[in-house]
């Protein structure tokens, strides 16, 4: 996530910050070394389980104070003690390597939710105007959802999905994003990039694939002239189809750099004229007739 929300710059930065951590709690008889992209192993000699423990306690509380610029840092630990000449180092190895993964798992949910906030304070920091944005566009998107009597996973995605939708504006410079006129191509083309590169950052777990690729195809559109990919039709994920509606009505009456606000009754009109071109006209016709009154 850090890296492609940061660059590989701030993915480095981390791994630089993990080793001074790792070193800085050791011993001159220990050893520490990169084994893996993320992965580090220690060899701590002479070393009984009561003291491992309360070094990897300080190690934690290090974690947790230690400040980097961008992202979040976090270390999960296994050890397993070596209590005998004749037992091999691989065996070892695999039991503090499950050990390890087993604390990963309890952790990753609550260190990946910490990271996106650190993303989207980023961009919320760059543009203030996407907070409000992204706010507004869940509330309509689960009004709209609502009224399909979608399931609770559904909703559950959707919530995610239009709070995250323009997580990957966080790599777009804060001139383009603010910036006052019209866009030119190149810039243009750079914002064009923000549905893929907010796919890559969340699409982080098996339980967030349905988000990353909801978010993906939120500037898809129904005739098939959206991008990245060109979808047709229902060829688009259905949160995506949902999330261009709520958004697009949220854009038209919000007032940006680059034009003034329209009344609600123009949204709407708006709306209804690129329904079957733009957007879902089922989407667009429950919108207008069943949740627009109650706005």
């Known amino acids: 996530m850090t890296n492609d929300a940061f660059g590989h710059l701030a993915g480095d930065s981390l791994l630089i910050a993990a080793s001074q951590v790792l070193t800085h709690c050791c011993r001159s008889t220990d050893v520490v070394v990169r084994w893996g992209g993320d992965e580090f192993v220690m060899l701590l000699p002479n070393t009984d389980e009561e003291t491992v423990k309360k070094r990897m306690s300080n190690m934690i509380d290090a974690v947790v104070s230690c400040k980097v610029d961008q992202g979040i840092l976090s270390i999960s630990f296994g050890w397993a003690t070596k209590h005998s000449k004749t037992e091999p180092f691989t065996e070892l190895f695999k039991k503090a390597?499950?050990?390890?993964?087993?604390n990963k798992l309890k952790m990753k949910s609550e260190v990946r939710q910490n990271t996106i906030q650190s993303i989207m304070y980023t961009l919320y920091e760059k543009s203030a105007v996407e907070k409000i944005h992204a706010e507004r566009?869940?509330?309509?998107?689960?009004?709209?959802a609502k009224e399909m009597n979608m399931k609770e996973i559904e909703l559950e995605q959707l919530r995610w999905t239009g709070m995250l939708h323009d997580i990957g504006k966080v790599t777009i410079d804060k001139e383009i994003l603010e910036k006052k006129g019209e866009l030119t191509p190149e810039?243009?083309?750079?914002?064009?990039?923000?549905?893929?590169?907010?796919y890559h950052i969340i699409n982080s777990a098996p339980e967030m694939v349905g988000i990353?690729?909801?978010?993906?195809?939120?500037?898809?559109r129904w005739d098939g002239k959206g991008y990245p990919k060109g979808l047709v039709g229902e060829e688009i994920p259905i949160l995506s189809r949902i999330m261009a509606v709520g958004a697009s009505y949220d854009t038209i009456l919000s007032e940006r750099t680059y034009k003034k606000a329209k009344t609600k009754s123009e949204a709407l009109q708006e709306l209804q004229n690129y329904a079957g071109t733009q957007f879902d006209p089922q989407i667009v016709s429950l919108f207008v007739n069943r949740v627009a009154n109650t706005l």
């Open 97 to 102: 390597e499950s050990m390890m993964y087993k």
């Open 137 to 144: 566009v869940c509330y309509y998107c689960m009004r709209i």
């Open 187 to 198: 810039e243009w083309n750079v914002i064009k990039k923000h549905p893929e590169t907010g």
């Open 212 to 220: 990353a690729t909801a978010i993906l195809c939120h500037h898809e």
